[in-house]
């Protein structure tokens, strides 16, 4: 994220889902290059949001919205939708998955091996020539290696980050073990609603929106954007609590050419219901 200023005299403190070394601190410090930042830990990503919402401990969050194996976190999307956070950023991360163990240990010495579910399910094709090791599902990548920082077992290993082994002191006994390399998790920085400073390189806009049943109402919103110049770049529909086959739009655009961000918000405004912007931010390479 590159909103031109620093706000934060003393540091911004930032909120991720995870323990220090996650995937999620990694994201922190690139969406926040440049800015003296500190780390604050939120076991759920409800914790997360009510930690920037109140401001005591944190000014600002970074949240994991879709991957590209896993898919989009639909919890996160309705933390979206129903907390009063806006997006000020983005930032894509690919997800190395890393073996490590204490010093000195080989992998022929393991016996079990620790990480997040999906952590395991991504490497299971390395795990095959190794059918000694017992695979065991944990709470959190890095928690996994803090852990065994701590017991300091010689027959157990976690996979997790590079930066959660540096920070606990542990040895890389085999990089990039994850099956598909192409494995990408896209972040949004997170304010209080209504703190997103001003960028004048803002052009990517996030909104949802409801729709009335009538033939074509989805393709007339998508007309007018396209009309707008602002190119789709994601779309997703969640239904919607306590109204049977109704659903609810999430939609991200990118501006592309002069038209005006907000010309286009105010000409699909009439067609649909409840539109809300959730942000309007700079685009991320990934």
Request: with cysteine; proline share 3%; net charge negative.
């Amino acid at each position: 994220m590159n909103d031109g200023t620093k706000t934060f005299a003393s540091g911004r403190r930032v909120a991720i889902q995870g323990v220090r070394g996650a995937f999620h601190e990694l994201a922190a410090r690139r969406a926040f290059a440049g800015e003296e930042i500190e780390i604050v830990c939120a076991s759920t990503f409800e914790e997360l949001v009510e930690l920037v919402e109140k401001g005591e401990r944190a000014d600002a969050g970074l949240m994991a919205i879709e991957n590209t194996l896993a898919g989009s976190i639909m919890d996160n999307y309705r933390l979206l939708q129903e907390r009063n956070l806006g997006i000020c950023g983005e930032v894509y991360l690919h997800i190395e998955q890393n073996l490590m163990a204490l010093p000195g240990v080989k992998i022929e010495d393991l016996r079990e091996v620790h990480s997040h579910p999906m952590a395991l399910a991504q490497c299971r094709t390395f795990f095959e020539q190794h059918p000694h090791i017992k695979l065991v599902e944990s709470q959190d990548t890095a928690y996994s290696a803090r852990l065994l920082s701590e017991e300091k077992n010689p027959e157990r290993g976690a996979i997790a980050s590079v930066l959660a082994a540096d920070l606990y002191g542990l040895e890389i006994i085999a990089a990039g073990i994850e099956t598909h390399k192409q494995n990408h998790t896209r972040f949004l920085s997170l304010l209080p609603f209504g703190k997103c400073p001003k960028n004048s390189e803002a052009d990517k806009v996030s909104i949802s929106f409801a729709l009335p049943h009538r033939t074509g109402s989805l393709h007339g919103v998508l007309a007018v954007l396209s009309a707008y110049q602002c190119n789709l770049t994601k779309i997703q529909s969640a239904p919607i609590v306590g109204q049977p086959w109704e659903y609810l739009f999430f939609i991200d655009f990118i501006r592309q050419g002069v038209q005006d961000i907000q010309q286009a918000l105010d000409a699909i405004r009439p067609v649909t219901h409840g539109l809300r912007v959730l942000g309007i931010y700079e685009s991320s390479v990934e």
